[in-house]
C-alpha cells in the first residue's frame, strides 16, 4: 500500500454518487504539477472520498486547489487502441481546501466556509493568537 499525499486544482466539478449501501461518495480529477529534472509536467490523479470527506470535497468547484492525502491506487487498463494505460486514483483520508484568490479578486464559489474541517471527523484545531499583531511587517516579498 502507498500513502501520499498531493495538492492540485479541480479539472472538473466533483461528482457525487451514493454507493450501494447509501455512503456518500465524491470523485474528481486533480491536475498536479510534478517537477522533474526533464522539467514540468502535469499529473492527472482521480482523488475519491467517502463520507465526511466527501461532504468537503463537494463542496468544491472546477478550479479550485485542493490538498489531499490517502492510500493511492494505480489502475491498468487496455482500450479499443490495444494500448494499454494506466490511471493513479487517491483514496482520500484527509481534504483541505487550499483556495486561492482568483483573477478579479473574487474567491472561489460562493457562500462557503471559511474554513473545512478535518475528514476524519476530528474537532477543528483553534487559530493561533497572532503574535505579530500591532507590528508593521518587515520582511522582504520577493513578487
Known amino acids: ?13 466533483p461528482r457525487a454518487i451514493e454507493t450501494k449501501t447509501g455512503t456518500p461518495m465524491v470523485s474528481v480529477s486533480v491536475a498536479v504539477d510534478v517537477s522533474s ?22 463542496t468544491h468547484v472546477k478550479g479550485d486547489t485542493i490538498a489531499a492525502s490517502g492510500r493511492l491506487e ?8 490495444g494500448v494499454e494505460r494506466e490511471s493513479w486514483t487517491l483514496i482520500a483520508d484527509h481534504i483541505h481546501s ?7 479578486g473574487g474567491h472561489g464559489g460562493k ?7 478535518p475528514a ?24
Do not use: C
Not at 40 to 49: I, K, L, N, Q, Y
Not at 74 to 81: A, L, N, R
Not at 131 to 137: K, L, T, V, Y
Open 37 to 58: 529534472y526533464k522539467g514540468e509536467s502535469t499529473v492527472w490523479v482521480s482523488v475519491t472520498a467517502f463520507g465526511k470527506g466527501a461532504e468537503i470535497l463537494g
Open 98 to 104: 487550499a483556495r486561492t484568490v482568483r483573477q478579479g
Open 111 to 117: 457562500g462557503r466556509r471559511k474554513a473545512d474541517p
Open 1 to 13: 500500500m502507498i500513502q501520499a499525499s498531493l495538492s492540485g486544482r479541480l479539472g472538473k466539478d
Open 74 to 81: 494505480m489502475s491498468h487498463w487496455t482500450p479499443e487502441d
Open 120 to 143: 476524519d471527523g476530528s474537532p477543528p484545531s483553534e487559530p493561533a493568537p497572532n503574535q505579530d499583531e500591532g507590528r508593521p511587517f518587515d520582511d522582504d516579498i520577493p513578487f
